[in-house]
């Protein structure tokens, strides 16, 4: 039987699967093609950062490594402009994969700040790398095969390819947290030091987490790169990227499967709009920071997290005024009740 | 009895301190055996470089006769010595069973841990009758951290029981919690030593220590000091030195508690 809970992702990802079907305007499709994008690569870091608590600001190097594995492969294998691109897009996210080993093995021997601004500092290398090597066209970039599909309908493919890897990393997600990794990934988050006295192997179990949330980020840049068709190294080693990721997973609510998703929808959306509106680049960063405030005050833990737990106190009153109806009242709670000897 | 632990010559120095100097301690497979002496001695440390969180400057650490010196925490656990620690530490933001499952895996390659899901349905049995026995069961789909000191303490040693250690180092298992619960958790003990189990325990409650235990380790000032049955080590006069010697805050407190126990 198909639970309610599943139902609602049905629901959800139907309507995304509705959306250039019903938006057929150039402008408003580009945006959901950011978006999804998007979506997918919040999703993949929350997938390890979330998770573990490692909050990494580095993803844009897998990001870039997708987007230059695009780019370099289709111009020196002479590919034809065409869907046929769209193979390389796994690619780069297994070349982004390969480059998460060393890192990971680097920057996952320190804990918490420490590791965050090693991300940072492997970013810039990155960036620094792609602006000043030959083979990268330094700050001229790389222009891809130039793929001729209508104006009209150009779009669309990308973003269900978008959505094909959206689907798929929330897949990813959902069976990690399920499965016994991603129980090891929760106890790290907690207490890794205690979990490693438990036997949990944490190193083997972190690299694997930060390598696998690469392979999305790195497809999605391969995507990414197909998509716009020319890339410079300050757009796609984006530190705003790195940024951008951390704050939807952050907004939409840190280690939620929906979370990530909700965050991305908000933000990429709302900003691509505003830009293209009022054709400034800047002021959503407004209109981010007022947005943070607002949810660093009230809802610390994110929106998703906010409302689940509204939902839930608000069915545990309903479930006690009718317990208080049913039955006469217990002198403890079932907590409590337990507790004899326990509380202090 | 053969000796299923044993610390020999264990020195370790912080910076200039010298935490432990030439430490051996051993101990007997089937035994409860007491670790005591005043705040600072090294006990903590000593637990620590067994358990394969600190790594000793010199000497052995040997468990079942062979040499697991300097060896990780994981690897330590995955050979049989589950420990608590001093400052319960549990896993705040996940559910109580699922603290309970963490332990489970101690035997498994970590790559095995991607491609199965987080419990059998053994393992949860197994996980709510050890659950049961420290009597939090009802607790088990609450999230960890909205658990007492108290329940922390029993959930701590039930999710070290979940990978079925063969021997339990225990710090301050009694400290900062009610004489019930002490009750309750010294019975739990005994009730785990008549099944085999070995228990080194580190506690500042000498009747605690003094009841369980048939045998006690004094240390200080980070080495062995004397060794024996309780009754000995209480009569011992180099034991209440130490205790009175140091400059240490709770000293009135435990010079009270050796002379009454």
Redesign the interface.
């Known amino acids: 039987m198909l639970q309610k809970k599943n139902l609602w992702w049905l629901v959800a990802f139907g309507a995304l699967g509705l959306f250039p079907v019903l938006v057929t305007n150039p402008t408003y499709t580009t945006i959901g093609v950011f978006t999804i994008i998007f979506m997918a690569c919040a999703t993949s870091w929350n997938m390890f950062s979330g998770y573990s608590g490692y909050i990494a600001l580095g993803s844009a190097v897998f990001y870039g490594s997708g987007a230059y594995t695009m780019a370099l492969l289709s111009i020196h294998l002479h590919m034809a402009a065409g869907s046929e691109l769209f193979a390389l897009v796994p690619v780069g996210g297994l070349v982004a994969m390969v480059m998460a080993v060393p890192i990971g093995w680097i920057a996952l021997r320190v804990r918490r700040h420490t590791f965050v601004v090693i991300t940072i500092a492997v970013f810039f290398i990155f960036q620094l790398s792609a602006i000043n090597f030959g083979f990268t066209g330094g700050t001229s970039g790389l222009n891809l095969p130039f793929i001729t599909w209508g104006f009209q309908n150009y779009n669309t493919p990308f973003y269900y390819v978008g959505l094909g890897l959206t689907i798929f990393v929330t897949l990813v997600s959902a069976l990690v947290r399920?499965?016994?990794?991603?129980?090891?990934l929760?106890?790290i988050?907690?207490?890794e030091?205690?979990?490693?006295?438990?036997?949990?192997?944490?190193t083997?179990?972190k690299i694997?987490g930060f390598t696998m949330s690469a392979f999305t980020v790195g497809a999605a840049g391969a995507l990414y790169a197909m998509f716009v068709g020319q890339i410079y190294p300050q757009f796609v080693f984006d530190p705003m990227f790195d940024v951008s990721i951390a704050l939807m997973a952050f907004l939409g609510g840190l280690g939620t499967l929906s979370g990530p998703l909700l965050g991305a929808l908000i933000l990429e959306a709302s900003q691509q709009y505003l830009t293209v509106t009022y054709s400034n680049g800047s002021l959503y960063l407004i209109l981010f920071g007022a947005l943070f405030l607002v949810v660093i005050i009230f809802m610390p833990q994110g929106i998703v997290t906010f409302i689940r737990d509204r939902v839930s106190r608000r069915a545990e009153r309903e479930r006690a005024a009718v317990a208080a109806n049913d039955a006469p009242p217990s002198p403890t709670t079932?907590?409590e009740?337990?507790?004899?000897?326990?509380?202090? | 009895m053969a000796t299923l632990l044993a610390a020999t010559g264990i020195s370790k120095a912080f910076g200039g301190l010298q935490a432990l100097n030439q430490c051996s301690l051993e101990v007997e497979k089937g035994s409860i055996t007491g670790l005591i002496g005043p705040n600072g001695s090294g006990k903590t440390t000593l637990f620590n470089v067994i358990?394969g969180?600190v790594r000793p400057d010199s000497g052995t650490v040997s468990f079942e006769g062979r040499d697991i010196t300097g060896a990780?925490?994981?690897a330590v656990?995955?050979m049989g010595i589950g420990?608590t620690?001093q400052l319960t530490?549990?896993?705040?933001?996940?559910t109580v069973l699922?603290n309970m499952?963490?332990?489970t895996?101690?035997?498994?390659s970590?790559?095995?841990?991607?491609?199965?899901?987080?419990?059998s349905k053994t393992e949860v049995d197994n996980a709510m009758a050890l659950l049961d026995f420290v009597?939090?069961s009802?607790?088990a789909d609450?999230q960890a951290g909205?658990l007492?000191?108290?329940?922390r303490k029993?959930l701590e040693l039930a999710?070290?029981l979940v990978?079925d250690p063969d021997v339990i180092l225990l710090d301050e298992p009694a400290g900062?919690?009610?004489?019930?619960?002490i009750n309750?958790i010294s019975e739990k003990i005994r009730q785990l030593n008549a099944q085999g189990k070995t228990f080194l325990i580190v506690e500042h409650n000498m009747e605690f220590v003094m009841s369980l235990c048939q045998n006690v380790t004094v240390m200080h000032q980070g080495c062995h000091l004397v060794t024996g049955a309780p009754s000995e080590v209480r009569a011992d006069p180099r034991v209440l030195d130490a205790y009175l010697g140091g400059g240490d805050d709770d000293d009135d407190e435990l010079r009270e508690a050796v002379n009454n126990a």
Do not use: C
């Open positions: 399920r499965s016994r990794f991603g129980l090891q929760l106890a988050r907690d207490d030091d205690r979990a490693m006295g438990l036997g949990v192997k944490v083997a179990v694997t079932p907590v009740g337990v507790a004899v000897g326990g509380t202090h | 358990t969180y990780r925490p994981d656990f995955a420990r620690f530490r549990i896993f705040s933001r996940i699922e499952l963490i332990a895996q101690h035997d498994e970590w790559i095995r841990g991607l491609l199965r899901s987080k419990s009597g939090i009802r607790l609450l909205a007492s000191y108290g329940q029993l999710y070290v990978a900062g919690v009610n004489l019930t619960l309750q």
